[in-house]
């Protein structure tokens, strides 16, 4: 097994040594489902599993973190893009005494679990992930035999994230165009499966596919974000540093070839749009 920080020690990746030889590098999104399952199950096991549990993901991240953290009744809050919405999350727990924070992630491989730091933290992510590692190798188990039983377990999640460069006032302005039209032209289907839901980050408001409307309470944002029936969603916002739109795609499956095939459906029509 590879494991590797960033610089800065902000970010955590890793890779698992497959029988062949070869290494399966792991997604931001399944570290952060081992680790969650392993701090869940290892708390529930030891009985320090706080009733006022909960755990923190970026609103782009994977639902699979969401289906295991419901699994053990802790609930999922979701936050913006940027780990200093989830410090203020936690700031907000320790003022209110509402919530016992036990752990918080993106996508991005950012990971934090316990928060007398306030921003992501590969120092932690990575004793965590290699005390995950040592633990299952007892059972005679890699990260990747886990992940796939997590798999099994709740169902075969994938996601992808599309940036696209559009360079220069043209390419700003097509930005622009871009969430303006779906802002203001929500999709009825996307790639043939029907919206249910629709979540506007800028006007804080989510709405479903019958219509009725409520109130987010989350910072306004220039984010879209759409589930359809088949629980798969995409999400839209622009870059707040480069000249990119991005596109944050997730699904369900009964299988990892279902799954990518999902994946590539929904990219096919997000580049139809993108290309006219």
């Given amino acids: 097994m590879l494991i590797a920080t960033d610089p800065d020690a902000d970010r955590l990746g890793a890779a698992v040594r497959m029988p062949d030889g070869e290494y399966k590098v792991l997604t931001g999104n399944q570290i952060g489902a081992l680790l969650i399952r392993y701090i869940l199950e290892a708390r529930k096991k030891t009985n320090t599993l706080p009733e006022d549990a909960v755990i923190l993901k970026s609103i782009v991240s994977s ?40 752990f918080g992630f ?19 992510a990575l ?22 039983e997590i ?22 302005a097509k930005i622009t165009a871009l969430m303006k039209s779906f802002r203001e032209q929500t999709p009825a289907e996307f790639a043939g499966i ?16 019958a219509g009725n409307t409520e109130k987010m309470t989350t910072p306004s944002a220039d984010v879209l974000k759409y589930t359809l029936e088949d629980e798969s969603w995409f ?27 999902k994946i590539e459906l929904l990219q096919a029509a997000i580049n139809e749009i993108t290309s006219q």
Wanted: proline content about 3%; glycine content about 6%.
């Fill in 63 to 102: 639902e699979l973190a969401t289906a295991i953290a419901q699994s053990y009744q802790v609930p999922m809050m979701n936050v913006l893009t940027g780990f200093k919405f989830i410090a203020e999350k936690i700031k907000e727990f320790e003022t209110n005494h509402s919530h016992t924070f036990i």
């Fill in 106 to 124: 993106e996508e991005s491989y950012g990971f934090l679990a316990q928060p007398f730091v306030r921003d992501k933290d590969a120092v932690q």
């Fill in 151 to 172: 798999f099994v377990e709740y169902g075969h999640y994938a996601e992808k994230t599309i940036s696209l460069t559009m360079s220069g006032q043209e390419g700003s």
């Fill in 127 to 148: 004793v965590l992930l290699a005390e995950v590692a040592a633990s299952y190798k007892k059972e005679g188990k890699t990260l990747y035999d886990a992940l796939q």
């Fill in 235 to 261: 999400a839209i916002r622009p870059s707040g540093t480069e000249p990119k739109i991005k596109f944050y795609i997730g699904v369900k499956a009964d299988s990892d070839e279902r799954a990518q095939q």
């Fill in 194 to 209: 029907k919206v249910v839901q629709t979540e506007d980050f800028k006007q804080q408001i989510r709405k479903d596919s």
